[in-house]
T-cell receptor
Framework: DVKVTQSSRYLVKRTGEKVFLECVQD?????MFWYRQDPGLGLRLIYF???????EKGDIPEGYSVSREKKERFSLILESASTNQTSMYLC??????????????FGPGTRLLVL | QKEVEQNSGPLSVPEGAIASLNCTYS??????FFWYRQYSGKSPELIMF????GDKEDGRFTAQLNKASQYVSLLIRDSQPSDSATYLC????????????FGAGTRLFVKA
Protein backbone atom coordinates (compact mmCIF):
# COMPACT_ATOMS: atom_id res chain seq x y z
CA ASP A 1 0.00 0.00 0.00
CA VAL A 2 1.10 3.52 -0.75
CA LYS A 3 1.97 5.47 2.34
CA VAL A 4 2.04 9.25 2.46
CA THR A 5 3.05 10.78 5.75
CA GLN A 6 3.02 14.36 6.95
CA SER A 7 5.29 15.71 9.65
CA SER A 8 2.58 17.02 11.97
CA ARG A 9 -1.13 16.44 12.50
CA TYR A 10 -1.66 19.71 14.36
CA LEU A 11 0.36 22.91 14.44
CA VAL A 12 -0.14 26.23 16.20
CA LYS A 13 1.98 29.14 14.99
CA ARG A 14 2.06 32.87 15.43
CA THR A 15 1.59 35.48 12.74
CA GLY A 16 4.87 36.18 10.96
CA GLU A 17 6.50 32.87 11.78
CA LYS A 18 8.08 30.77 9.06
CA VAL A 19 6.34 27.41 8.90
CA PHE A 20 7.57 24.17 7.34
CA LEU A 21 5.22 21.32 6.47
CA GLU A 22 6.84 18.12 5.29
CA CYS A 23 5.42 15.28 3.25
CA VAL A 24 7.07 11.94 2.52
CA GLN A 25 5.82 9.14 0.23
CA ASP A 26 7.28 5.67 0.04
CA UNK A 27 6.19 4.52 -3.43
CA UNK A 28 8.72 6.28 -5.65
CA UNK A 29 5.98 8.51 -7.06
CA UNK A 30 7.04 11.26 -9.43
CA UNK A 31 4.18 13.66 -8.80
CA MET A 32 3.45 15.30 -5.47
CA PHE A 33 0.92 17.94 -4.52
CA TRP A 34 0.06 20.33 -1.72
CA TYR A 35 -3.55 21.34 -1.18
CA ARG A 36 -5.39 23.31 1.41
CA GLN A 37 -8.95 22.47 2.36
CA ASP A 38 -11.39 24.99 3.78
CA PRO A 39 -15.11 24.54 4.52
CA GLY A 40 -17.24 25.19 1.46
CA LEU A 41 -14.23 25.66 -0.80
CA GLY A 42 -13.05 22.09 -1.23
CA LEU A 43 -9.48 21.21 -2.01
CA ARG A 44 -7.44 23.95 -3.63
CA LEU A 45 -4.07 23.27 -5.20
CA ILE A 46 -1.19 25.33 -3.85
CA TYR A 47 1.84 23.83 -5.62
CA PHE A 48 2.79 20.60 -7.28
CA UNK A 49 5.99 18.93 -8.39
CA UNK A 50 6.46 16.37 -11.15
CA UNK A 51 10.12 15.66 -10.51
CA UNK A 52 12.98 16.40 -8.15
CA UNK A 53 13.78 20.12 -8.05
CA UNK A 54 10.79 20.84 -10.32
CA UNK A 55 7.79 22.79 -9.10
CA GLU A 56 4.69 24.36 -10.60
CA LYS A 57 2.29 26.87 -9.13
CA GLY A 58 -1.22 25.72 -8.48
CA ASP A 59 -4.28 27.90 -8.09
CA ILE A 60 -3.34 29.67 -4.84
CA PRO A 61 0.49 29.87 -4.54
CA GLU A 62 0.64 33.33 -2.95
CA GLY A 63 2.31 33.28 0.45
CA TYR A 64 3.71 29.79 -0.06
CA SER A 65 6.83 28.20 -1.49
CA VAL A 66 7.90 24.58 -1.90
CA SER A 67 11.02 22.48 -1.99
CA ARG A 68 11.67 19.09 -3.52
CA GLU A 69 15.29 18.07 -3.04
CA LYS A 70 14.55 14.33 -2.97
CA LYS A 71 11.96 12.35 -4.85
CA GLU A 72 10.19 11.09 -1.75
CA ARG A 73 9.97 14.42 0.06
CA PHE A 74 7.96 17.54 -0.78
CA SER A 75 7.97 20.46 1.62
CA LEU A 76 5.56 23.37 1.85
CA ILE A 77 6.86 26.59 3.34
CA LEU A 78 4.83 29.48 4.66
CA GLU A 79 7.32 32.33 4.47
CA SER A 80 5.48 34.54 6.95
CA ALA A 81 2.38 32.90 8.38
CA SER A 82 -0.84 34.89 8.41
CA THR A 83 -4.19 34.17 10.03
CA ASN A 84 -5.81 33.56 6.63
CA GLN A 85 -3.48 30.59 6.21
CA THR A 86 -5.25 28.76 9.03
CA SER A 87 -6.46 25.64 7.26
CA MET A 88 -6.13 21.91 6.75
CA TYR A 89 -3.13 21.14 4.54
CA LEU A 90 -3.11 17.91 2.56
CA CYS A 91 -0.24 16.36 0.68
CA UNK A 92 -0.85 13.86 -2.12
CA UNK A 93 1.19 11.83 -4.59
CA UNK A 94 0.64 10.03 -7.90
CA UNK A 95 2.88 7.69 -9.86
CA UNK A 96 4.08 8.40 -13.38
CA UNK A 97 2.89 6.98 -16.67
CA UNK A 98 -0.70 7.79 -17.59
CA UNK A 99 -0.85 10.39 -14.89
CA UNK A 100 -4.29 11.67 -15.56
CA UNK A 101 -5.78 8.27 -14.99
CA UNK A 102 -4.19 7.62 -11.64
CA UNK A 103 -5.64 8.27 -8.27
CA UNK A 104 -4.09 10.62 -5.76
CA UNK A 105 -2.97 9.14 -2.46
CA PHE A 106 -3.37 11.56 0.40
CA GLY A 107 -1.46 12.01 3.61
CA PRO A 108 -3.36 12.34 6.92
CA GLY A 109 -3.35 16.14 6.77
CA THR A 110 -1.94 18.90 8.95
CA ARG A 111 -4.36 21.19 10.69
CA LEU A 112 -2.60 24.55 11.03
CA LEU A 113 -3.81 27.32 13.29
CA VAL A 114 -2.14 30.73 12.93
CA LEU A 115 -2.75 33.07 15.85
CA GLN B 1 -18.99 29.28 -12.51
CA LYS B 2 -17.07 26.71 -10.49
CA GLU B 3 -15.16 24.19 -12.56
CA VAL B 4 -16.49 21.21 -10.60
CA GLU B 5 -19.84 21.61 -8.90
CA GLN B 6 -21.50 19.48 -6.30
CA ASN B 7 -24.55 20.00 -4.17
CA SER B 8 -23.14 20.69 -0.71
CA GLY B 9 -26.00 18.85 0.98
CA PRO B 10 -26.45 17.54 3.51
CA LEU B 11 -28.10 14.62 1.78
CA SER B 12 -29.96 12.41 4.23
CA VAL B 13 -31.10 8.88 3.37
CA PRO B 14 -32.42 6.05 5.53
CA GLU B 15 -30.33 2.95 6.08
CA GLY B 16 -30.75 0.49 3.21
CA ALA B 17 -31.76 3.15 0.68
CA ILE B 18 -29.89 4.26 -2.44
CA ALA B 19 -27.88 7.46 -2.09
CA SER B 20 -27.33 9.42 -5.29
CA LEU B 21 -24.52 11.96 -5.46
CA ASN B 22 -24.08 14.23 -8.44
CA CYS B 23 -21.29 16.28 -9.96
CA THR B 24 -21.01 18.51 -13.02
CA TYR B 25 -17.84 19.86 -14.60
CA SER B 26 -17.08 22.65 -17.03
CA UNK B 27 -13.98 21.50 -18.93
CA UNK B 28 -14.97 19.34 -21.91
CA UNK B 29 -11.36 18.18 -22.19
CA UNK B 30 -11.57 16.39 -18.84
CA UNK B 31 -10.45 12.81 -19.08
CA UNK B 32 -10.63 11.09 -15.72
CA PHE B 33 -13.16 11.29 -12.93
CA PHE B 34 -12.79 10.26 -9.33
CA TRP B 35 -14.96 9.90 -6.26
CA TYR B 36 -13.31 10.24 -2.87
CA ARG B 37 -14.84 9.71 0.55
CA GLN B 38 -13.71 11.88 3.43
CA TYR B 39 -14.66 11.26 7.02
CA SER B 40 -14.62 14.21 9.39
CA GLY B 41 -11.08 15.12 10.37
CA LYS B 42 -9.57 12.58 7.98
CA SER B 43 -7.99 12.81 4.54
CA PRO B 44 -9.81 11.79 1.35
CA GLU B 45 -9.70 8.16 0.25
CA LEU B 46 -10.51 6.90 -3.22
CA ILE B 47 -13.77 5.05 -3.78
CA MET B 48 -13.87 4.81 -7.56
CA PHE B 49 -12.53 6.25 -10.76
CA UNK B 50 -14.10 6.22 -14.21
CA UNK B 51 -12.95 7.50 -17.59
CA UNK B 52 -15.35 6.01 -20.12
CA UNK B 53 -18.98 6.90 -20.68
CA GLY B 54 -21.43 4.59 -18.96
CA ASP B 55 -21.56 2.81 -15.64
CA LYS B 56 -18.84 1.25 -13.54
CA GLU B 57 -19.77 -0.91 -10.59
CA ASP B 58 -17.72 -1.91 -7.57
CA GLY B 59 -19.63 -3.63 -4.79
CA ARG B 60 -22.32 -1.29 -3.48
CA PHE B 61 -20.93 1.64 -5.48
CA THR B 62 -21.73 2.58 -9.07
CA ALA B 63 -20.13 5.50 -10.88
CA GLN B 64 -21.91 6.90 -13.91
CA LEU B 65 -20.30 9.17 -16.50
CA ASN B 66 -21.94 11.17 -19.26
CA LYS B 67 -19.33 13.26 -21.06
CA ALA B 68 -21.85 14.84 -23.43
CA SER B 69 -23.74 16.26 -20.45
CA GLN B 70 -20.53 16.80 -18.46
CA TYR B 71 -22.04 14.91 -15.60
CA VAL B 72 -20.73 12.23 -13.26
CA SER B 73 -22.60 10.57 -10.43
CA LEU B 74 -22.07 8.08 -7.63
CA LEU B 75 -24.78 5.70 -6.46
CA ILE B 76 -24.47 3.93 -3.13
CA ARG B 77 -26.80 0.98 -2.77
CA ASP B 78 -27.92 -0.43 0.58
CA SER B 79 -26.58 2.66 2.35
CA GLN B 80 -25.08 2.08 5.78
CA PRO B 81 -24.49 4.52 8.65
CA SER B 82 -20.77 3.99 8.05
CA ASP B 83 -21.25 5.60 4.62
CA SER B 84 -21.96 8.91 6.37
CA ALA B 85 -19.16 11.18 5.15
CA THR B 86 -18.37 13.94 2.68
CA TYR B 87 -17.99 12.74 -0.90
CA LEU B 88 -15.63 14.65 -3.17
CA CYS B 89 -15.84 14.60 -6.92
CA UNK B 90 -12.52 15.17 -8.73
CA UNK B 91 -11.93 15.76 -12.41
CA UNK B 92 -8.59 15.48 -14.17
CA UNK B 93 -7.58 16.76 -17.55
CA UNK B 94 -4.37 17.22 -19.44
CA UNK B 95 -5.00 20.36 -21.45
CA UNK B 96 -2.00 22.62 -21.11
CA UNK B 97 -0.75 20.55 -18.22
CA UNK B 98 -1.88 17.86 -15.86
CA UNK B 99 -4.50 19.21 -13.47
CA UNK B 100 -7.07 17.82 -11.06
CA UNK B 101 -9.94 19.95 -9.83
CA PHE B 102 -11.94 18.94 -6.76
CA GLY B 103 -15.51 19.80 -6.01
CA ALA B 104 -16.38 21.18 -2.58
CA GLY B 105 -18.05 17.91 -1.60
CA THR B 106 -21.49 16.62 -0.66
CA ARG B 107 -22.21 15.66 2.94
CA LEU B 108 -24.14 12.42 3.22
CA PHE B 109 -25.97 11.25 6.33
CA VAL B 110 -27.32 7.72 6.50
CA LYS B 111 -29.90 7.39 9.26
CA ALA B 112 -30.07 4.10 11.14
Amino acid sequence: DVKVTQSSRYLVKRTGEKVFLECVQDMDHENMFWYRQDPGLGLRLIYFSYDVKMKEKGDIPEGYSVSREKKERFSLILESASTNQTSMYLCASIGGGARYQETQYFGPGTRLLVL
Amino acid sequence: QKEVEQNSGPLSVPEGAIASLNCTYSDRGSQSFFWYRQYSGKSPELIMFIYSNGDKEDGRFTAQLNKASQYVSLLIRDSQPSDSATYLCAVTGYTGGFKTIFGAGTRLFVKA
